[in-house]
């Protein structure tokens, strides 16, 4: 079993629209979460990290349930520039490697 | 903007030949690490390091070595090319202290081997 598991999608969605996607991991030890983006043949980008009360960074919310062990990214008013693959990131235990999924594709269409 | 540089950026080289992927950072982090990521697929951790002297291999075998002489350079090296090394090669770094420590990421260097 993959320690962190994403739904790869496409999601298709048009501008201003809301789009939410989840992403499951394994061990139930892990600390520390997060949300990257990245874009068609570059390096991936930090979005946000995840804390365990859930926060919000613009049009960008995540949540964090640990009981279910699972992350989700909520993106509201789509723009096209929010098409992108987004990486769900979890630390390990004690040794802070990540890791990564191997990410969620949103297309955002005009 | 996380100040981590990858050189070079593109690299075609024939078959056999020994390779160098430079990485520094000017952030002063203790964590250092080597990622190859192929088009569309997950990143697999290749190497990483905690610190000078500390080098650890990563998640995924690989034939490639690295050094860790000085806190901001983390060089990967591959002594005998093959095609099978063609891949993008991403470089990362994180502070020392603490969870929550996010990894900043390189622009990566591309490489084909012939």
């Known amino acids: 079993r993959k320690e962190v598991e994403q739904d790869p999608g496409p999601f298709n969605v048009p501008e201003g629209a809301t789009v939410a996607f989840n992403c499951t991991y394994s061990n139930s030890a892990s600390q520390s979460f997060f949300w990257y983006r990245q874009d068609c043949r570059k390096e991936p980008k930090l979005l946000m990290s995840?804390?365990?009360s859930g926060n919000e960074d613009g049009r960008f919310t995540a949540q964090l349930n640990r009981a279910s062990q699972y992350i989700s990214l909520l993106i509201r008013d789509s723009k096209l520039s929010d098409s992108a693959t987004y990486l769900c990131?979890?630390?390990?235990?004690?040794?802070?490697?990540?890791?990564f999924g191997a990410g969620t594709t949103v297309t955002v269409r005009a | 903007e996380a100040d981590i540089y990858q050189t070079p950026r593109y690299l075609v080289i024939g078959t056999g030949k020994k390779i160098t992927l430079e990485c520094s950072q000017t952030?002063?982090?203790?964590?250092m690490y080597w990622y190859q990521q192929d088009p569309g697929m997950e990143l697999h951790l290749i190497h990483y390091?905690?610190?000078?002297?500390?080098?650890e291999k990563g998640d995924l075998s690989s034939e490639s070595t690295v050094s860790r002489i000085r806190t901001e350079h983390f060089p990967l090296t591959l002594e005998s090319a093959r095609p099978s090394h063609t891949s993008q090669y991403l470089c990362a770094s994180s502070a020392g202290t603490g969870p929550n420590q996010p990894q900043h990421f390189g622009d990566g260097t591309r490489l084909s081997i012939l």
């Open positions: 390091s905690y610190g000078v002297n500390s080098t």
């Open positions: 990131v979890v630390s390990g235990v004690n040794d802070y490697k990540l890791s």
């Open positions: 995840v804390y365990s």
């Open positions: 952030m002063g982090h203790d964590k």
